[in-house]
Structure formats: structure tokens, C-alpha cells
């Protein structure tokens, strides 16, 4: 039984991205905690073997195979939250690729796609859950950012790092714009979290690991499973006076001047 502070029983959840990494992790922590939940993610098998253990969490879940960078996609899928949930209490803005290019070489459509996966995207998932929590009176959005919106990256992730500035630039905005109305919207700024992508780039370039774990003084790469204390927090009532927040999940690594030395 969880604790009522963070109880969720009775709240519909939509999680974007939940088919691996930590869209499934947070779809997965809020069904511990009572949630039901629709989940989508461009991987259909993937999402359907989130959905089914959830459902062996005890909890309904439905699986949907939806590209939500896509306007149609997006209004769809709320169409079908509406008859088989008919409310909408959480949304989880997770789902979104980049595309990496040096940026004397990247096209201009190559950065439109990464504002259509990352941005655009996530602005009609937030506008479709938000009208639907104003008129319910309450709501708690979440988009997953990037450290990649306050500081630089290098290594080609020009528009990648565009694309997540303007994520906590809309954060900042809807929460002041719906907050009066019951809804909040927060996000989280993740560093190098463990995932298939990631793990590629750091088997082609062994360097690499070493070099963001000189950057992170917790003295590891994050996991998935990371994210899922404060999926529970931020769409609980435990976070009720929380808005416009964007929090780091980096194991220190924002905290860390560039000359700095991680403490023995």
C-alpha cells in the first residue's frame, strides 16, 4: 500500500517513450504507486511488454504504437485516452530522438526534424493533456530535458542542445500560464543516462565514459531506474505547490565546476 502522500490510485498516467529506458521505468513505478496508465512509443512490442507488466502489477494499462512527433498521431491518441480513460491526470514527455551533426555540416531539416521530435512534439502533447486538466481543475505535466539546455556539449549536439532549451523555455512558460488553473508543469534535465544509444557511442569511443564520469561526482553513469522517485514525486500530491521546476538528475554533475576534482 503506498504512502498516501504519494498514492496515485484513481489517476490515469500517459507516458510517451515507454517501451525501454526511463519512460518504462516511470510507467512502471507509477503502477506500483496505483496508477493506470496508456503508454506509446514508436516500438510496439516494446510498449506492449511494458503494458503487460503492469498489468501484472495489478493495474490497467493500454499499449498504443504512435510516432508523437506527429500532430495526427498525437490528437489520435488522446481521442483514445478519452474513450477508454476518460481523464487524464499525468503526462510524461519522454519520447524523442536527436540527430547528431557537426553544425557547419548539419541540414536545416535535419534540425526541423529534431524541433518536430523534441519540441513541436512535446508542445501538442502538453497542449492536449492541458486542456483537459484545466477543465478537470488540476494536472501534472512532466517533459524530460537535457543538462544539454543549460551548459554546452560539443560532439555535434548543436541542435539537440536548441531543441532543449526551447523544452525548458515552454516548461517555464506553461507553468506560469496554468498554474492559477490547477495544473502543473515541471521538468527534469537528465545527464548521460544509461541507454542502447548510449552505449554504442561509449563501445565505439571508450574514452567517453571515462570522460562524462570525470564530470559526475556520484561516481557513476545514471540508470533508468533513477527517474522513478521523482516520476512518483512530480505526479503526486506530494509535489501540489511544485511548478515550473526544472530539476538536474545528474549525479552532481551540474553542481561540478569544469576545474573541479571529484572528493576520495
Known amino acids: 500500500m503506498p504512502d498516501p502522500l504519494f498514492d496515485l490510485t484513481g489517476r490515469v498516467a500517459l507516458v510517451s517513450g515507454a517501451a525501454s529506458g526511463m519512460g518504462r521505468a516511470m510507467s512502471l513505478a507509477l503502477a506500483r504507486h496505483g496508477a493506470d496508465l496508456m503508454l506509446a512509443d514508436l516500438n510496439g512490442e516494446g510498449v506492449k511488454q511494458t503494458a503487460e507488466q503492469i498489468v ?19 490528437r489520435d491518441l488522446f481521442t483514445r485516452l478519452d474513450k477508454v480513460f476518460g481523464q487524464i491526470d499525468f503526462l510524461a514527455n519522454v519520447a524523442g530522438e536527436a540527430i547528431m551533426a557537426s ?28 486542456r483537459r486538466m484545466i477543465a ?27 531543441a532543449m532549451g526551447a523544452v525548458v523555455q515552454m516548461t517555464r512558460e506553461l507553468s506560469t500560464e496554468w498554474a492559477g488553473r490547477g495544473v502543473r508543469v515541471n521538468a527534469i534535465l537528465p545527464a548521460q543516462v544509461v541507454n542502447p544509444s548510449l552505449e554504442k557511442r561509449m563501445a565505439a569511443d571508450p574514452a567517453m565514459k571515462e570522460k562524462w564520469l570525470s564530470g559526475i561526482p556520484r561516481g557513476r553513469m545514471g540508470q533508468p531506474e533513477d527517474i522513478q522517485g521523482l516520476a512518483v514525486l512530480l505526479a503526486s500530491d506530494a509535489s501540489s505547490w511544485i511548478t515550473g521546476t526544472l530539476i538536474p538528475m545528474d549525479g552532481g554533475n551540474l553542481a561540478m565546476n569544469a576545474g573541479g576534482t571529484i572528493g576520495k
Open 103 to 130: 553544425p557547419l555540416e548539419i541540414t536545416g531539416e535535419q534540425v526541423q526534424t529534431v524541433f518536430e521530435n523534441l519540441v513541436f512534439g512535446r508542445f501538442l502533447m502538453c497542449q492536449e493533456a492541458g
Open 136 to 162: 478537470a481543475g488540476r494536472g501534472s505535466i512532466v517533459n524530460i530535458g537535457s543538462l544539454a539546455s543549460t551548459s554546452a556539449l560539443g560532439r555535434g549536439h548543436i541542435a539537440y542542445s536548441m
Open 56 to 74: 501484472g502489477l495489478g493495474r490497467r494499462a493500454v499499449a498504443v504504437t504512435a510516432d508523437v512527433s506527429q500532430p495526427e498521431a498525437i
